[in-house]
């Protein structure tokens, strides 16, 4: 049985990581994103406007309870805000359970979000100085909840593979 639970700030690859790092040890990928897209019938950034903030993360907590109970053979990947919600960051904290922080700088995920940042709700019409801004606020008021994992993996100026290659690696 393998549980492999990927947290990080938007930006920082936990989906494509995820899924390659499924892809390698032969375990399915679940982005929890596409879960609660999927539970509601809405993509993230409607279910912001439409619905709130608060609903979005009541159904995170509870849909990632759910996955978390249920699944057995897993690379799950979370949302940016997950672990700083609720008791969520306990949910993940097993024995059965490998926890990974994929953690970028400010100047690395200000960049990257700089190219995607018009699907992701929190970000949407930031300029780029209010994104540098808004990025180094959140890391410090989230930096406690992300850090309780196993393993910490700094991904600025790593590859794809390399990432996957030391991920794999801490699991072996
Ligand atoms: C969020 C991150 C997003 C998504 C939502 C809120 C956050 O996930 O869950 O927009 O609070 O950091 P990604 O990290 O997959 O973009």
Redesign the pocket.
């Known amino acids: 049985m393998r549980k492999i639970v990927l947290i990080g700030?938007?930006g920082s690859g936990?989906?494509t990581i995820g899924l390659e790092l499924a892809n390698k040890m032969n375990l399915s990928f679940y982005d929890l994103?596409q879960l609660i897209e999927e539970n509601v019938g809405l993509p993230?950034k409607s279910i912001f406007d439409t619905k709130g903030e608060l609903f979005f993360r009541k159904k995170e907590n509870e849909l990632l309870r759910e996955f978390i109970s249920n699944q057995n053979d897993f690379v799950l990947a979370l949302?940016?805000?997950?672990p700083c919600y609720y008791d969520n960051y306990k949910i993940y904290q097993k024995e059965t359970i490998t926890s990974f922080y994929l953690k970028g700088s400010i100047k690395e995920l200000a960049s990257r979000l700089n190219l995607e940042k018009e699907n992701?709700?929190?970000l949407a019409n930031k300029t780029n100085e209010e994104l540098e801004e808004f990025i180094a606020k959140h890391l410090f008021d989230r930096s406690f909840y992300y850090h309780q994992v196993n393993h910490v993996v700094i991904v600025d100026n790593k590859t794809i593979d390399d990432l996957v290659d030391e991920i794999a690696a801490k699991l072996a």
């Not at 949302?79 to 997950?82: E, L």
Request: positive net charge; aromatic residues 8%; without cysteine.
């Open positions: 700030y938007m936990k989906s994103d993230i949302g940016g805000g997950t992701r709700p929190l």
